[in-house]
C-alpha cells in the first residue's frame, strides 16, 4: 500500500480524481470538465437542496450570465471585491460592445436589479429565490473542484421587511447547509460567523460551514450573508411597508459550489483511492462474479436477479461481468469508491451467501441470500453514518485548544511538519482587530475560518496581544 | 374577450409571457430572466429528458463554457456557421488574454477536444454524453424564450464505431424527441430531414422536430444531427478498431432548449392567456372558496384537507385564500395557464360537492367531494390529452397540400392575409435544388422546414422549376 496520502496530500489528490475518471483539464486556464461520475454527485447535491429549498418555500429561477459592467460599481465593497477576479465580454458579433459584460462571479448585481422592479409591498415580501447555475472568477492558483474559473453552484438571493427575518433566513440557510453536508456527504462542519475581513464583499454579516480536510486545512463549504440594507440601497429595493412609507428591504444571499466535491473526496479518500458516501455515490454497489465463474451460467443469472431487486429498490448498482481478472476489477472499483463490493462465486452458490466488502472497512464478509437486498441496503446506511462518525474522529484528533500565544501557535506547526503531521484547526482567543489576525496570517499562513457558536472551548486571551479576547476562533490553512 | 391573440399574435405573446409572470427583461441585450414559474416548466423538461437519457444509457457530464479561438477554425463549416454570431471574452482579471475565449454556441469543439482524448479502443464506443448548459447567440432579432443571446438547453452528443450506429442514435433521439414532446408539452411535431441549406454546421445530415404555432408559424422544436467522421477529422477522435487499425469514429449531436417554453404558450394560450399542460405546469390545481366562506370555517377547512390529499396524490396544488374576489382569483389563474380550479361554497359544502373549472373548455362541473381527488387526476390526465388533440386539429386546419406553383403559393398567402388568417405549413415538391430553395424564401419570406418522413401527400413536381420533384417538403415562415 502506498503511502502517498501522507506524503503529498495533493499528488495523491490529482492521482486520485485522475483515476477515479472524476474529470479532466481544458485548455482554458482552470477550467474543468466535470466528467459523468463527478457530476453525478453534483447532481444528488442538487436534488438534496432542492427538496429542502422547496420545503422552506424557495422556487428556482435564471438570471442572465452577462452583467453590465455598470452594475458592479453601484456597491461599492461588491466591486472592490470581485473586480481583481473578473473576465469581460467586450466584442460580439463581429462588433466592440458599448459596455463590458462580466461574466458573474455571483448575481447580488443582477438580481438586485431585479428585485427593484419586481418588490413593491411589503405583501411581495419575503421574496425569495434560488438560482443553480455556473459562475466565474479567474484566480490565480485553482485546483479541480476546489478552486477553478468557471464553477458551479447554487446562489440563493432573499428580501425581507425588517432585519429580524432577513436574519433568520440567514441563519436557517446556515442550518440547512449543516444539515444537509453532514447528512448527505458525511462531512462535519462548524458553524460560526467570519471575522470582518473574511466577509463577502458588500455584506453585513457572513457565516459559515467550514470542514477539515484529512490533511487538516480547511475548506470553506458554504456561506450565508446577510446584507442589511446596504444592497437595497445600491439597488434600490424598495417596498412601501405596513405604515403606507417606502423603505429598504434587508436582504440576504447563500450558498454552496462544486467545491463540495472536492471536499468529499478529500475528507473520505484514503491510500486506495476514492471513499464515496453511498448517498452519492453514482454506483453505490457492484457485483462482482468470482471463481471460474464463466463455466457456471447460474453465476451471473443469480447476480443478474439481485441487480434487478436492487434496482427496484432504488439502490444504483452495477455488474462487472468484464473480462479483466478479479482482482483488477477489486482495485478498479475500489479506486473509483464505489461503497460496497459483492463477490459472488461457485461456493458461494452452493452456500446461498455472497461475500461483501465494504470499501472504508477491511476484511469481507458472508452474508446470506435471503433478504440480501435490506441486508444491503443496511450496510449502505450503515456505511453513510460511519463515515461521518469516521470523520468527525479523524478531525478531534487534529483540533487543537491548548494554544496560547503566536509562538505557540508557531512552535506547534513546526513540531506538526516536524512529526510529518498536519497543524490542523487551532482554536484561539482573539482581541477582534484586524491588526492581529492579519499578523496570523503573515507570521504562520494560518487564516481566521469563523467563530464557531458552540466552541468546544471558551479561550480568555488574544493569541497576538494577549488582551482580552472577544472571540473564540478557528485557525486553519484554507483552500 | 379580446381578439389580441387573433389580431396581433406578437403582442399576444408578449402580454400572455408578462401577464403570467414568465419572464423579465434584462439589459443586456436579448437577455432573460426566467422567472420561478417558467423555469420550473423547464424542470420538468429536463425531468422528462433526464429519464429518457437515463434508459439510452446517456450520462450527463459538464463542460466548460470559454472555448478557445483555435478551437473553432478547425472545422471550416462550423466556425462559419456560427462566428457572426459569437461573444468574445478577451480581458480577465485586468490583463488581456493571449486567445480570445468565446461563449460557447454548442460545445462540439470542446467535447470533440475532449472526446480525442478519451477515446482509444472500440471499447471506449460508444461514448454518449450530455450536458445541460447556457449557451450564447448574438442574434439580431430576439423574443423571448425563442430567440435569445443567451438561452438554456441539453446538447447529447456521442461517438460511435461506424455510420451504422451512429444513424441508429441519431434517429433514435429525434424519436425521444417526439415522443416527450407530444407527451409532455402535448406539441404535435412533423419529424423529418433538414434540406442541406437549413444543417446545423458542420453536419452531414440534421434532423428536426417541427411545430406549428397558433400564427401557422414554426418552431424548430429540437434537431439531430449526423456528423459522419468530418468533427472525429477536424478533432481527431480515432480509436484502434477491432482489426487493430486507428480509424475515426462517426460522431452524432442533439439537443433541445428553452425554446420549447415559448412554443408551449404559442400552441397553447389562448385569449386569456396562458394554458399549460398538466405535466408541466407549476401548479396544477388551484383551489378556490367561494360565497361567504369566511364565515364558514369548514370551507376552508374542507379545502386545506383537499389540498393535503392531492399533494399527498403527487398534485401540484395551491388554496388562493386571499381577499381578492372571486372574479379576480378567477381570472388571475387563467392569465398562468393553471390547468384545473376547483371552486368550493357553503352551498357545496351542503351537496358533497366541488365546481370544477378546467383551463382549456368552457362551462364547469359539479364533482362528488367522495372520490375527488382521483376525479381531478383523471381531469387532469384528460386536459393533457386533450391539448394534444386540440392542437393536432389546429395544425391540420392550416396544413395545405393543394399548392402546385410558386404563383399559387403566392396567391394563398394573399387570401390567407386578406382573410385574417394564417397561410400555416404548405406542403410541396421540391427539386432538391439550393437555388429554388432560396427563390421561395426571397419571393415568399417561406422556409423549407423539413422532409417529413410520412408526408400526408407526396408531391410530384418541384413548386419552383416545375420540373420532377425529388423531395416532398414543408414550407413555412418560422420563428
Ligand atoms: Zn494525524
Ligand atoms: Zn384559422
Not at 481583481?84 to 467586450?90: A, G
Not at 463455466?295 to 439481485?306: A, D, F, P, Q, S
Request: proline share 5%.
Amino acid at each position: 500500500m502506498s503511502n502517498l496520502q501522507k506524503e503529498d496530500f495533493s499528488a495523491w489528490y490529482i492521482q486520485t480524481i485522475k483515476q477515479a475518471d472524476l474529470m479532466d483539464y481544458s485548455p482554458v486556464r482552470g477550467c474543468i470538465i466535470f466528467k459523468p461520475d463527478s457530476y453525478e454527485i453534483w447532481e444528488h447535491i442538487q436534488e438534496a437542496f432542492n427538496l429542502r429549498f422547496k420545503e422552506e418555500g424557495i422556487r428556482n429561477a435564471y438570471f442572465p450570465m452577462l452583467i453590465p459592467e455598470s452594475f458592479f460599481t453601484k456597491e461599492k465593497d461588491h466591486i472592490e471585491g470581485f473586480s481583481p477576479e473578473l473576465p469581460w465580454v467586450t466584442e460580439a458579433a463581429g462588433e466592440p460592445l458599448e459596455e463590458r459584460l462580466a461574466l458573474r462571479p455571483t448575481s447580488e448585481t443582477m438580481i438586485g436589479t431585479a428585485f427593484s422592479d419586481w418588490i413593491n409591498s411589503y405583501r411581495d415580501l419575503p421574496y425569495e429565490i434560488n438560482q443553480w447555475a455556473n459562475v466565474f472568477r479567474w484566480e490565480k492558483k485553482t485546483l479541480p473542484f476546489l478552486r477553478t474559473s468557471e464553477f458551479l453552484w447554487q446562489e440563493g438571493h432573499t428580501a425581507h421587511e425588517d432585519e429580524a427575518s432577513a436574519r433568520e433566513r440567514t441563519m436557517r440557510m446556515l442550518e440547512i447547509y449543516k444539515e444537509t453536508i453532514e447528512g448527505l456527504l458525511a462531512i462535519p462542519v462548524y458553524s460560526g460567523q467570519k471575522t470582518p475581513s473574511e466577509r463577502f464583499a458588500g455584506a453585513v454579516d457572513t457565516y459559515s460551514v467550514e470542514a477539515m480536510m484529512k490533511d487538516g486545512k480547511a475548506v470553506q463549504a458554504g456561506t450565508s450573508h446577510y446584507m442589511g440594507t446596504k444592497f437595497a440601497e445600491a439597488f434600490d429595493i424598495k417596498y412601501l411597508n405596513r405604515d403606507n412609507e417606502h423603505v429598504l428591504a434587508h436582504t440576504t444571499s447563500w450558498g454552496v459550489s462544486t467545491r463540495l466535491i472536492g471536499a468529499t473526496i478529500m475528507v473520505h479518500g484514503d491510500e486506495q483511492g476514492l471513499v464515496l458516501p453511498p448517498a452519492i455515490a453514482a454506483k453505490q454497489v457492484v457485483l462482482v462474479p468470482v471463481g471460474p465463474w464463466k463455466k457456471k451460467t447460474e453465476i451471473l443469472e443469480r447476480l443478474e436477479v439481485l441487480s434487478k431487486d436492487l434496482k427496484a429498490a432504488g439502490v444504483r448498482v452495477l455488474i462487472d461481468d468484464s473480462d479483466n481478472s478479479p482482482g483488477y476489477k477489486f482495485n478498479e472499483w475500489e479506486l473509483r469508491g464505489v461503497p460496497l463490493r459483492v463477490e459472488f462465486g461457485p461456493r458461494d452458490l452452493t452456500n446461498n451467501q455472497v461475500m461483501i466488502k465494504m470499501r472504508d472497512i477491511e476484511g469481507k464478509e458472508a452474508v446470506s441470500l435471503d433478504g440480501i437486498v435490506e441486508s444491503i441496503q443496511t450496510a449502505l446506511a450503515d456505511m453513510q453514518t460511519r463515515l461521518l462518525e469516521t470523520a468527525r474522529k479523524n478531525r478531534q484528533q487534529h483540533e487543537y485548544t491548548h494554544i496560547e500565544t503566536l509562538d505557540e501557535l508557531k512552535e506547534h506547526i513546526e513540531n506538526k511538519r516536524q512529526e510529518g503531521e498536519t497543524p490542523g484547526f487551532v482554536l484561539v482567543g482573539w482581541d477582534g482587530t484586524d491588526e492581529t489576525e492579519e499578523i496570523i496570517k503573515e507570521e504562520t499562513g494560518f487564516t481566521t475560518r469563523n467563530i464557531p457558536f458552540d466552541p468546544i472551548v471558551e479561550k480568555k486571551t488574544c493569541i497576538v496581544s494577549g488582551k482580552l479576547a472577544k472571540h473564540t476562533v478557528w485557525l486553519a490553512r484554507a483552500y
